[in-house]
């Protein structure tokens, strides 16, 4: 039960020293709430991709191998295939609409493409 | 001599002989084979209306005949069509002018227009006072443009996958327990039962010829053998669809060959990749069981949490977050004001609840909570996505529990709250804090384990039970002569139809008032979608539990089973005199006799399950604001 919080924690302690950039890309002209729903999806997105994705899809880690690490094409069809319930992914299989859609959001959104695998 | 005995012979022939000459025609060339003869008689079909003067019986006539022989090649295909395609079927056999709802990702796209075509749209057109040539090519081409969309590579390839026919083959079954049999997709009731009988036919050489290419996963011989003695049952039944033994039919056939092809998908390894049917549990071994699809996450934010002592605890706390009126901005309303357990989570005194000011009455009746996560879409317009996203709109509606921005403050001002908060908090990564995110969610996850449950109707279907004869002949009233089950869908009894990704609305012309004054002023799904054909359009809801749930429809405008069925029989709002532009309901009478409407009510009471209610909480966590120490168990709604 508590060891979760101290892997969160020392995740974002790891973060901490590098420079604070912009994370992902800005609608271009859209009004405050729009942008504010962008942030809000793309900050819960990233945090339930560290917590439950990073491990095998390394984009704050080393991943494992023969996993994705998503290119825009590969979260498209991902998206479709997801959204089937299709494969034997027992994370996604469980996640719910909500946060379904905060992961994909940030994958789609996040740029520049943080560190890739390898 | 029919079909499946020349087959039969020629498998055999190409058995013993084992050359290559004789060889059966292969499974993909029969598909083939099959989308060429439909093509072949939609074609011929065309040619003839060309050709014809619709001024004169006798041609509209012949063309009827050209409509009912293409309907059995399409039927021929169907199995097929329908599961590669569920979107171009629609154009073959659509059954609205004009379709909205979107057919397969309707969680996940906004629903989209599309101009309905083909066999069935022909027909009622050609009923219709002065069809014009014009329009009736228009149809029966858009059908046969479908048709051929059939040959494209994407279809193909999913032939080439062996996956393709055990799920399709899945779908097919739970149609033939919904759909096939009830004219929901045939506008001429005659025909139902000879085209049940002809697809019957056509699906048994599918199967021979699909084993004879795939000796390595073969149709299971005890599969073929009850499959035989279905469509025997059938055949032997007269061509009225008012005489279909569809109780038997589903018991004894459908529901059983449906086991035995989930048999075949755990030895084949076979799991479903498709859109299609993404909410189908691959292990379920019954059309009448809960875990057939699903609908909702009741866990909501806590969907990925699976430790059972964890869940307890979001239990138990959605338990006292039901009953606490802490949620409401007076402190006096609670979940349970309007949604009381013992009424089966509905308010069976009223016809629709009092607004949060006490004065006014809210427009729709409060639905029961009861097998709401087998819905994709929540409220009667499918305004929600989410369970989630419905209990955080109640909390803050302010005409309803009218909570404020303080709800979450209130609820961790009480320690006990707050400790079970904070611990579930940290299992959701996504969330700095607690928030009305967790709240809801774990009064989802309470009341949604009041669904589980089963009905005498599914302990009969799953031969656990018995139901009385009375009940049997209100279940075939309901998918024959009384028409329910064209919209009422097994196994919910709801809009959401095979392959259960999508749920129907429906407009019926519900009055404002008994009297039938006027039509009630509520838009329904054009509140949420606007667009004409979903004026007063509302979703079509479960009939579980239908007996215990009064009063009935969106505005609790009738107060017993026996006024809504008089309301059916008479044909609706249009029936009853009213102007609906748009209504869906057939407006004639059913001609239901009383002798009728007491089975059909015997039935609808055979959907009551099996719940076991428990008593309310007996008190509520003490808040560290003494105001809010007065609240009651309930609230004092």
Same mark, same amino acid.
């Given at each position: 039960m508590r060891v979760f919080p101290i892997i969160l924690a020392a995740f974002l302690v790891s973060n901490c020293h590098q420079p604070k950039k912009l994370e992902f890309e800005k609608p271009v002209g859209a009004p405050p709430e729009v942008m504010k729903l962008y942030e809000e999806q793309f900050r819960k997105g990233k945090a339930l991709y560290k917590a439950y994705?990073?491990?095998?899809? =390394?984009?704050?880690?080393? =991943?494992?191998?023969?996993m994705p690490n998503f290119t825009d094409s590969q979260i498209h069809v991902y998206s479709v295939q997801v959204l089937s319930r299709s494969d034997k992914h027992e994370i996604l299989k469980k996640m719910s609409t909500e946060q379904f859609n905060y992961v994909l959001n940030f994958l789609r959104l996040r740029n520049p493409p943080l560190k890739n695998g390898k | 001599m029919n079909a499946r005995h020349i087959l039969v012979t020629i498998l055999l022939c190409g058995s013993v002989l084992?050359?290559?000459?004789?060889?059966?025609?292969?499974y993909e060339d029969f598909y083939g084979h099959s989308i060429d003869e439909l093509d072949g008689s939609l074609s011929t079909l065309l040619q003839k209306i060309h050709g014809?003067?619709?001024?004169?019986q006798a041609s509209r006539d012949g063309i009827r005949a050209g409509i009912a022989s293409s309907r059995l090649k399409m039927k021929a295909a169907d199995f097929w069509m329908r599961y590669f395609d569920p979107v171009q079927y629609l154009r073959v056999?659509?059954?609205?002018p004009v379709e909205w709802?979107?057919?397969?990702?309707e969680k996940f796209e906004k629903p989209y227009r599309r101009d309905g075509a083909g066999l069935s749209l022909a027909y009622q057109y050609l009923e219709t006072d002065s069809p014009a040539k014009d329009s009736l090519l228009r149809l029966v081409q858009g059908g046969l443009d479908a048709v051929r969309s059939y040959r494209a590579d994407s279809n193909l390839s999913q032939l080439s996958n062996h996956d393709h026919f055990f799920l399709g083959n899945r779908l097919f079954l739970l149609n033939l327990a919904?759909?096939?049999?009830?004219g929901f997709e045939c506008p001429n009731d005659a025909a139902v039962i000879p085209e049940l009988k002809h697809m019957m036919r056509s699906m048994e050489e599918v199967y021979l010829r699909f084993t004879a290419s795939n000796p390595s996963m073969p149709v299971l011989p005890e599969y073929m053998t009850l499959f035989g003695a279905a469509a025997r049952f059938v055949a032997g039944k007269p061509d009225a669809l008012s005489a279909f033994d569809h109780f038997t039919f589903i018991r004894d056939f459908v529901n059983p060959l449906f086991a035995l092809n989930r048999r075949m998908m755990t030895m084949y390894g076979i799991r479903s990749a498709r859109f299609v049917d993404f909410t189908l549990v691959d292990s379920t071994n019954s059309i009448f069981s809960k875990a057939l699809y699903q609908g909702q996450h009741t866990k909501g934010i806590f969907s990925l949490v699976d430790d059972p002592a964890t869940l307890s605890r979001i239990h138990a706390l959605g338990r006292r977050l039901f009953y606490d009126?802490?949620?409401?901005g007076n402190g006096k309303?609670?979940?349970?004001?309007?949604?009381?357990q013992s009424m089966y989570f509905t308010?069976?005194?009223?016809?629709t609840a009092r607004q949060f000011d006490s004065t006014m009455r809210l427009s729709r009746s409060a639905p029961s909570?009861?097998?709401?996560?087998?819905?994709?879409?929540?409220?009667q317009d499918g305004k929600h996505l989410t369970l989630q996203e419905q209990g955080k709109a109640v909390t803050r509606n302010p005409i309803e529990?009218?909570?404020?921005?303080g709800v979450v403050e209130r609820v961790m001002s009480c320690p006990d709250y707050r400790s079970v908060l904070q611990d579930l908090a940290r299992?959701?990564?996504?969330?700095?804090g607690v928030t009305l995110d967790h709240i809801a969610s774990s009064i989802s996850y309470y009341y949604g384990g009041f669904s589980n449950y089963a009905s005498p109707f599914d302990d009969a279907m799953n031969r656990t039970g018995e139901v009385g004869m009375e009940v049997k002949r209100g279940f075939n009233l309901f998918m024959g002569?009384?028409?329910?089950g064209t919209c009422h869908f097994?196994?919910?009894?709801?809009?959401?139809?095979?392959?259960?990704v999508s749920s129907e609305f429906e407009v019926l012309?519900?009055?404002?008032d008994t009297f039938y004054k006027?039509?009630?002023p509520d838009s329904g799904r054009f509140l949420v979608h606007p667009v004409a054909e979903m004026m007063n359009a509302f979703r079509t809801p479960t009939l579980r539990n239908i007996e215990r749930?009064?009063?009935?429809m969106h505005n609790g405008r009738f107060p017993t089973l026996g006024s809504v069925l008089a309301f059916y029989d008479a044909g609706g709002g249009v029936g009853h005199g009213l102007h609906v532009r748009?209504?869906?309901?057939?407006?004639?009478?059913?001609?239901?006799s009383s002798g009728e409407i007491g089975d059909l009510t015997a039935f609808l009471r055979a959907l009551t399950e099996k719940i076991p209610f428990e008593a309310p909480p007996t008190d509520l966590p003490r808040s560290r604001?003494?105001?809010?120490?007065?609240?009651?168990v309930g609230g004092e709604y």
């Open positions: 994705c990073a491990e095998c899809h =390394g984009i704050y880690t080393d =991943g494992k191998q023969d | 084992g050359t290559a000459f004789l060889e059966p025609e292969r014809s003067d619709l001024s004169r056999n659509g059954q609205l709802e979107t057919e397969v990702f919904t759909i096939y049999t009830t009126p802490i949620l409401s309303r609670s979940c349970a004001s309007c949604h009381v308010d069976t005194t009223v016809s909570l009861l097998n709401v996560p087998f819905h994709h879409l929540i409220m529990m009218n909570g404020g921005e299992l959701t990564p996504e969330e700095d002569k009384a028409r329910c097994a196994p919910q009894f709801s809009g959401v139809k095979p392959p259960y012309g519900v009055p404002a006027s039509l009630s749930t009064p009063p009935y748009n209504q869906t309901l057939e407006a004639d009478s059913l001609h239901l604001h003494a105001a809010l120490n007065g609240r009651k």
